[in-house]
């Protein structure tokens, strides 16, 4: 049995989706002319997908499967939906121009031609790919806030669940950039690629960023400076290069030399924690853990103090014995005293000579000895 919880938010989702999607479908300007307004056209996207996402979310965090902050930040959710129905829209252009739907809005494609079929026309092929590139860059800027959102993931398989999708859209928003056959075929991704970004969004967070990072750049190789958007596309990729940098930073010489910066912090003021299984935002200590953090971070300043104090006791010891044999075995610490008393630092000039004329002295000495003795 379904539990009461699940129950209640299954019905309101649903409700406002077929509330939502029949304004859509009573609306005969929509139905003859498509979208108009860039807001007609995301509220359509959150009617179709964005609904879903606030619903899985709520069900996640009442199964305790996600982090509860998500729910305060409806835009990340708003934002995962968004993403793929934007992404779909974009790419299923031919196949929705053959069936006579156009949700492409007008606010957007009205820039480039009169109507929406001239997209179509040969003369017009920059036209479409302008066009098309605004299209890329209103999907694009959620990206960052989808990566986000899939921190807040603590069981792996909603994790899977959610990353999945998301990775096949920014391929999929990368293979149609720029690409012109989009408006002469429906085109998709091949399925080996399919496979591979399966393969990479069911391992964890630092490996989904790394799908992301691959074809934001992948995006930005492609964009042309003759393109209106050049530079906000260039924004958006940045944006995501930033996101992730700022999450798992590059190790590198030069980075492993500076000063490491403060940890990022979200929009609800709390620090990200990273781990190998995910990311989490992490909530604010306890006073109970702070306290604990305060004393383990107090007895550690003490044990680097007691290993220091330790290794100069231990030269103070070796020193000492050294010292003491030295002087055991007949070592004259007093004319070495009186030398640097009188400011001989260094060696006198002659002072191989003097030991070599101390040498023959004591061996004209032996050798006298010797005769005496015969």
């Not at 793929?84 to 252009?93: A, E, F, S, V």
């Not at 005293?337 to 000039?349: E, F, V």
């Amino acid at each position: 049995m379904i539990k009461p919880a699940y129950k209640d938010i299954i019905r309101d989702i649903t409700k406002r989706m077929g509330n939502g999607m029949a304004d859509y479908a009573k609306n005969a300007e929509h139905l003859e002319k498509g979208v108009n307004t860039i807001k007609d056209y995301e509220l359509y996207c959150h009617y179709v997908a964005g609904l879903v996402g606030e619903g899985l979310t709520r069900l996640f965090v009442e199964a305790k499967l996600a982090n509860p902050v998500l729910l305060e930040r409806p835009q990340l959710m708003e934002s995962m939906g968004q993403f793929l129905q934007q992404t779909n829209i974009i790419r299923d252009i031919r196949e929705d121009h053959d069936d006579r739907r156009y949700f492409w809005p007008r606010e957007i494609w009205s820039k480039y031609v009169d109507s929406l079929p001239d997209l179509f026309l040969p003369e017009n092929r920059e036209k479409a790919l302008h066009c098309q590139s605004e299209m890329v860059l209103n999907a694009l800027e959620k990206a960052d806030d989808c990566l986000f959102y899939m921190a807040g993931a603590k069981e792996q398989s909603v994790f899977n669940f959610v990353a999945i999708p998301q990775a096949m859209a920014i391929a999929t928003l990368e293979l149609c950039f720029q690409n012109y056959s989009m408006f002469e075929r429906n085109i998709k991704i091949s399925k080996g690629s399919a496979c591979r970004l399966m393969l990479d969004s069911t391992q964890d967070l630092r490996t989904v960023c790394e799908v992301f990072r691959t074809y934001a750049r992948k995006i930005h190789a492609k964009n042309q400076p003759s393109d209106p958007h050049f530079l906000d596309i260039s924004i958006a990729c940045g944006k995501i290069e930033r996101f992730i940098e700022s999450v798992f930073p590059t190790q590198n010489a030069k980075s492993l030399r500076q000063e490491p910066e403060p940890p990022a912090r979200t929009e609800v003021g709390e620090p990200n924690e990273v781990r190998e299984t995910g990311w989490v935002m992490k909530p604010p200590l306890t006073p109970e853990e702070a306290e604990k953090k305060r004393k383990e971070d107090l007895e550690a300043k003490w044990d680097v103090i007691y290993i220091i104090a330790a290794v100069f006791a231990t030269l103070f010891v070796i020193s000492g014995v050294m010292i003491g044999v030295a002087y055991y075995l007949g070592a004259r610490f007093d004319l070495a005293y009186t030398s640097l008393k009188d400011g001989n630092l260094k060696p006198p000039a002659d002072a191989a000579q003097q030991v070599i004329n101390a040498a023959t002295s004591v061996a004209e000495s032996g050798k006298s000895a010797a005769r005496n003795e015969l």
